[in-house]
C-alpha cells in the first residue's frame, strides 16, 4: 500500500493546491530562495524565472486539478478505494504504485506537474531533481499541509550512473525529460513490466494567414510571437522556433517581419538575456552575418541589434532546418498550409505547439496533420493548461491501474 493510498482524493487536491497559492507569492521565503538558485542554474534573469514560477503554481488550484482528474478519469471519487459501498463506481483506479520521474535540464519546474498527478493518483513518488532543488523545496511545503506527504514525495539530485542513483527496475513507472537518445537509454533499461513515459525533444511553430498579415499583422500577434520567442532563452518545446506567413491577398511578409522585431526589442529589455546566451552570440552573429549576404544577393531580410541579442531572418534557405538558437526565427514565406507541412516533414520536426493567427479551418487541419498536440494562440504557447496532454500524453491516467468491481 502506498502512503497516500487510505489519504481522500478531495483532501490529497486540496493539499496541493494550497502549497501551490503559497507557492504563486513571488515573497514567499522559500520561492524566494528557489528563485535564485534557479537563476544560477539557468542564467536567467529574475522576471524570467519569475514569470516562470507564475506560470507554474497559478494553474494549480483545486478546480483546475479536480477538472483535470475528472476529465480523464470521470470523478475524483473513483480514486478512492474506500467509498461506500452504495456509491462505489464499477471500476476503482489504483495507485500504480512507486513512480521515479527524471527532470530535465532546462524548462524550469518541467517534473513538478507529472509528479504532482502521480501524487492525486496516490502513488508514491521519487524525483531526479535539478541543481536548484525546486520540487524538493515544494515537497517540504506539500508535507506542512498533509503530514503523509513525507512517507509519499521525495526529490534529489543524482547522477544517473552513481552508486547512490535509485534502482530504476524497482519502480512502477518512469518519467522522463530529456532528447530522444536519452530516453531511449533509459527505457532499455528499464524491466518490460515497468511503464515508460518519456518526453522527448519537440519543437513549436507558428502560422500567420494572409488576412491576419495585413497591414503588419495585429499587435497582440507580434507581442505574443515575441514573447513566445524570447521566454527561456527558445530552449523549450513551447518555444515559437519556426513562423510561417502567408503570401498574397495584401499580406507583407517583409513589413511583418520588420514590426516583430520592434516587439522583440521590447521583450528583450522586459526579459533580458540569460548569462550563458553570449556563449551562443557568436553562432547567432554567424547566422546573422550569413543571413545579410543573402540579403545583399537579394533574398530576404535580416533583423538584430550589435549584441546579438536576437535574430530574426525572412524567408531563409528552405534546405535548412530552424535555427534552434536562443531567440533566433526564421520566418518562412508560403502559399498555403501544406507547404508549410511539407517543410515541417522535410527536416522531421516533432511538433508540440502550433500558434495560430486567423480562423481558418485549412490552418487547423494542417497543425493537426504535422503531429502538433497543442493549437494555440500567439503569446499562449508558453502557458499550457494544467489539463493539456503535453506531449499528447494524459495527465493522471497513466499513473492508475483499474480494478473492476465484480457483483
Given at each position: 500500500m502506498t502512503a497516500l493510498q487510505k489519504i481522500p482524493a478531495q483532501r490529497i487536491v486540496r493539499a496541493i493546491a494550497s502549497a501551490a497559492e503559497r507557492w504563486s507569492n513571488a515573497d514567499?521565503?522559500?520561492?524566494?530562495?528557489?528563485?535564485?538558485?534557479?537563476?544560477?542554474?539557468?542564467?536567467?534573469?529574475?522576471?524570467?524565472?519569475?514569470?516562470?514560477?507564475?506560470r507554474l503554481f497559478f494553474p494549480i488550484a483545486t478546480g483546475e486539478l479536480a477538472a483535470a482528474i475528472q476529465g480523464e478519469l470521470g470523478s475524483l471519487s473513483i480514486l478512492d478505494e474506500f467509498t461506500p459501498r452504495d456509491r462505489r463506481p464499477p471500476a476503482w483506479a489504483l495507485p500504480v504504485g512507486r513512480v521515479c520521474v527524471i527532470a530535465s535540464r532546462t524548462t524550469i519546474g518541467v517534473a513538478l506537474v507529472p509528479a504532482l498527478f502521480a501524487l492525486c493518483a496516490k502513488c508514491d513518488v521519487v524525483v531526479k531533481d535539478r541543481e536548484d532543488a525546486l520540487t524538493a523545496a515544494f515537497f517540504e511545503s506539500l508535507t506542512e499541509e498533509l503530514e503523509e506527504f513525507g512517507a509519499a514525495a521525495s526529490a534529489g539530485v543524482w547522477d544517473s550512473s552513481g552508486k547512490d542513483a535509485p534502482g530504476l527496475e524497482g519502480f512502477?513507472?518512469?518519467?522522463?525529460?530529456?532528447?530522444?537518445?536519452?530516453?531511449?537509454?533509459?527505457?532499455?533499461?528499464?524491466?518490460?513490466?515497468?511503464?515508460?513515459?518519456?518526453?522527448?525533444s519537440r519543437a513549436s511553430a507558428g502560422y500567420v494567414t494572409a488576412e491576419a498579415m495585413r497591414n503588419g499583422g495585429s499587435r497582440s500577434v507580434l507581442t505574443g510571437a515575441a514573447r513566445d520567442l524570447v521566454l527561456y532563452e527558445s530552449e523549450?518545446?513551447?518555444?515559437?522556433?519556426?513562423?510561417?506567413?502567408?503570401?498574397?491577398?495584401?499580406a507583407n511578409a517583409a513589413a511583418f517581419a520588420e514590426r516583430l522585431a520592434d516587439e522583440?526589442?521590447?521583450?528583450?529589455?522586459?526579459?533580458?538575456?540569460?548569462?550563458?546566451?553570449?556563449?551562443?552570440?557568436?553562432?547567432?552573429?554567424?547566422?546573422?552575418?550569413?543571413?545579410?549576404?543573402?540579403?545583399?544577393?537579394?533574398?530576404?531580410?535580416?533583423f538584430s541589434n550589435d549584441r546579438a541579442e536576437y535574430l530574426i531572418v525572412l524567408d531563409p534557405p528552405l534546405e535548412q532546418p530552424p535555427l534552434f538558437l536562443p531567440r533566433a526565427l526564421g520566418i518562412i514565406p508560403v502559399d498555403s498550409p501544406g507547404a508549410a507541412i511539407d517543410y515541417l516533414r522535410s527536416h522531421a520536426i516533432a511538433l508540440e505547439g502550433f500558434a495560430v493567427a486567423g480562423e481558418r479551418g485549412d490552418v487547423v487541419d494542417a497543425a493537426v496533420r504535422a503531429g502538433a498536440t497543442r493549437i494555440t494562440a500567439f503569446g499562449e504557447l508558453q502557458h499550457p493548461p494544467l489539463a493539456?496532454?503535453?506531449?499528447?500524453?494524459?495527465?493522471?491516467?497513466e499513473f492508475v491501474r483499474w480494478l473492476e468491481r465484480v457483483e
Open positions: 514567499f521565503p522559500p520561492r524566494v530562495r528557489a528563485t535564485d538558485r534557479i537563476c544560477e542554474r539557468t542564467g536567467y534573469s529574475i522576471p524570467v524565472v519569475d514569470y516562470a514560477l507564475d512502477d513507472a518512469v518519467v522522463a525529460f530529456g532528447s530522444d537518445r536519452t530516453l531511449e537509454s533509459i527505457a532499455r533499461a528499464l524491466p518490460y513490466r515497468t511503464a515508460f513515459i518519456g518526453f522527448g523549450g518545446c513551447l518555444s515559437l522556433h519556426v513562423l510561417f506567413v502567408e503570401r498574397g491577398r495584401g522583440v526589442e521590447l521583450a528583450v529589455v522586459e526579459f533580458p538575456v540569460a548569462e550563458r546566451h553570449a556563449e551562443l552570440a557568436p553562432r547567432i552573429a554567424a547566422e546573422r552575418e550569413a543571413a545579410r549576404f543573402r540579403v545583399a544577393n537579394g533574398r530576404g531580410a535580416v493539456g496532454n503535453h506531449g499528447g500524453r494524459p495527465r493522471i491516467a
